[in-house]
């Protein structure tokens, strides 16, 4: 069985509720020292065996294919999650803007306000980014049509008469 396949089954055991907060605080606990890392040493790329990061990190090796599950879009270069093993080469070559954008997408405040940032990205540079993801959940309305007005599929009929009761079937 592949890591990344032993991570979704591990991750989407079931559990109760209990047992589920205590493995998400957990993880996020860990997945936040590894981002802290990888902040502190913005300039530096952290890369290696996955085994031997995931010791690094206090991680099993399928716990840490998680956190790459996670990281992933933000890489300069993604990684193939289906063939990683323990022996895969990882490099953490980290788009800091889109891992930022990610982070605001995923509502990972946790992550999105270490105070490492700071040093990674201006303030500027940050709300900027905050910016244009607000944009993306913004609901934009299209224009109303009367009930009386012409028909927008060109039957030549009021719109009441045509296909205002068709979108309400």
Known sequence: ??????????????????????FWTEYFKKEQAVYE??????KVVIEGKLAALAEEFDMTPS??????????????EEVDLESLTEDSDIKLAVDFEKLYYNMLDAKADWL???????????ADA????KKEHNKTKTVVKGKKIGRNEPCP????KKYKKCCMNKENE
């Open 63 to 76: 716990v840490f294919t998680g956190y790459m599950d996670g990281i992933n879009t933000s890489l300069v």
């Open 37 to 42: 890392k990888i902040l502190e040493n913005h």
């Open 126 to 129: 940050r709300k900027t980014i």
């Open 1 to 22: 069985m592949s890591l990344y396949k032993e991570w979704l089954d591990f991750a989407g055991e079931e559990r109760d509720q209990n047992e589920y907060d205590r």
């Open 153 to 156: 599929c060109g039957s030549g």
């Open 112 to 122: 999105y306000n270490i105070p490492a940032w700071d040093q990674v990205l201006t």
